[in-house]
């Protein structure tokens, strides 16, 4: 895997946990006035214009045949028809922050499908007591029982967007060196919104009420920031981490989802949701650090010479 500038890695990382943790503010607001899944499609429909020139601009490489582009656009239905698109729906059920939380997951996904589908080392007897733990804090968060009624289908589907994110990332790692970042950004943009599209279409809707400048303002900030800015950061940080720690922005994400939720929107904040939290928490950091002592364990017995002389595998970076 590729070294990447430190500062350059360091930015694109923090630029996934700002401006994705702000996005589910942005969401609910448009949902206001437009229905999720036009909504979404015409977010990446805006966010494909704007992006094509600025990879033309930078040289990036957008020739060859249409079935070169096929996986691509397969990562856009993917990643923003299926994943962007169950997310919005989940909005007009569920808050903000809530929706953000229930994707902190996402590193417990990555950690149990890996191994199997990315040829990455099994997990250990504490990585499955890990998932264990995480998984019923995830449970304590889609079922509450008390005064905070949750949604269980917008729930589960918020989940379900989570597996099919984290396949699509596994999958994303197969196929990044064939493309350019920007180009790949585009590509799947344009089959994201393709496919949007195609269900509001299918649904036969596209508002939802009057149109607000305040949702006019909340598609502008997905378009450039959520969609053109965080999307080329995430695929430049997959084209030089593992997928495992680029996902590990899912920790900074709800917490700005909660905030911003709770400042701008007076959405609730249980007890409840922060000990369903904490403990999906404490079971990805159990996961994650004996992934962290398998590694090490790993590269000091097979590489000895090269950690001596400052090298070693990139994800003990």
Known sequence: MSRGSPFGLAVAYAAICVIWGSTYLAIKVGLVSFDPFFFAGIRYVAATAIMLPIALWRGADLEGPFRRWLPAFGVGALFIGVCNGLVFWSETRLDSGFTALLITTSPLWTALLEPSLAGGAALTARGWLGLAVGFGGAL???????????????????QGSVVVWVLTSLWVRRIRKDFDPLALTTAQMAGGAAVLLAVAAVRGRAMAGPVVPEAVAALLYLVVFGSCIAFGAYFYLLRHWEASRVSTSTYVNPVIAVLLGWLLLDEDVTWRMIAGTAVVLVGVAMV???????????????LPGRLADGGGDERSR
């Not at 968060?141 to 729930?155: I, K, M």
């Not at 994650?288 to 097979?302: F, H, K, P, V, Y």
């Open 288 to 302: 994650l650090r004996e992934q962290r002592r398998r590694d090490a364990a790993s590269i000091s017995g097979t």
């Open 140 to 158: 304590l968060l889609q079922f509450p029982t008390g005064s905070y009624p949750v949604d269980p289908v917008a729930a589960l589907a918020v």
